[in-house]
């Protein structure tokens, strides 16, 4: 089956720009999660969304970040006036929810603002 | 508060076995591993629950022990294909789900 899939692969931006990332989990995941990621560092937690909710968006770095899951499927990141510390690989990940469940990671989508 | 990793990296030849640590300050309910491979997503391997549980999955295994708040990843025999960037992501009670990561650890396993 389809695993996860994230939009555009890559983005270059400028800074103060707006950009929009998108993820589409698995089908009949329920959770879906969004990390950051920098060079030689691990996956940085973001938000976590459970059905159309966020449940938890306790590692948005600041306002200027936010996310949506309308129809409890597709996920949107936003970025509004990009800065050049945004740069990083934006990865997406769902899983069905609840504890100890695996998460399935999308190929991420690099964001550099130059 | 991010796990820590131990080493950061290591070499090996083919079929040598190694050890990559995780450990946690806080009190933790799962540990989940991860290999990552350069500009891939990073790969699932396996899930360990509090209770001491140790899980294998063909030449890796791993180990959870919930008092000490430590895992350990063990690659028996290693191949060329284990060459990657391992991570430990740790779920804690009331965290709500999310994984935090440690910093990696570089595995390069030479022919």
């Known amino acids: 089956g389809a695993g996860v899939s994230q939009t555009p692969s890559n983005k270059v931006t400028e800074k103060g720009k707006y950009v929009e990332l998108r993820c589409d989990p698995i089908?009949?995941?329920?959770?879906l999660y969004w990390y950051r990621q920098s060079l030689g560092q691990g996956p940085e937690f973001l938000i976590y969304?459970?059905?159309?909710?966020?449940?938890?968006d306790s590692g948005l770095p600041n306002d200027r970040f936010f996310a949506v899951r309308p129809e409890g499927s597709v996920s949107t990141l936003k970025i509004q006036r990009t800065e050049r510390g945004d740069s990083a690989v934006y990865l997406c990940?769902?899983?069905?929810?609840?504890?100890?469940?695996?998460?399935?990671f999308g190929p991420g989508t690099r964001l550099t603002v130059l | 508060q991010q796990p820590v990793q131990s080493p950061q990296a290591v070499i090996l030849r083919e079929g040598e076995d190694a050890v990559i640590n995780c450990s946690s300050s806080?009190?933790?309910?799962?540990v989940h591993w991860y290999r990552q491979k350069h500009g891939e997503a990073p790969v699932f391997l396996m899930i360990?629950?509090?209770?001491?549980e140790q899980k294998g999955h063909d030449k890796i295994s791993a180990s959870f022990n919930e008092k000490k708040q430590q895992s350990s990843l063990y690659l028996t025999a290693s191949q060329l294909s284990y060459s990657g960037t391992y991570f430990c992501?740790?779920?804690?009670?009331?965290?709500?789900?999310?994984?935090?990561f440690g910093s990696g650890t570089q595995l390069t396993v030479l022919p």
């Open positions: 360990l629950l509090k209770g001491g």
């Open positions: 992501g740790t779920e804690a009670p009331g965290s709500a789900r999310q994984l935090t």
């Open positions: 806080k009190a933790l309910y799962s």
């Open positions: 089908s009949g995941h329920t959770a």
């Open positions: 990940a769902s899983s069905l929810g609840g504890l100890a469940h695996e998460q399935f």
């Open positions: 969304f459970q059905g159309t909710g966020a449940a938890d």
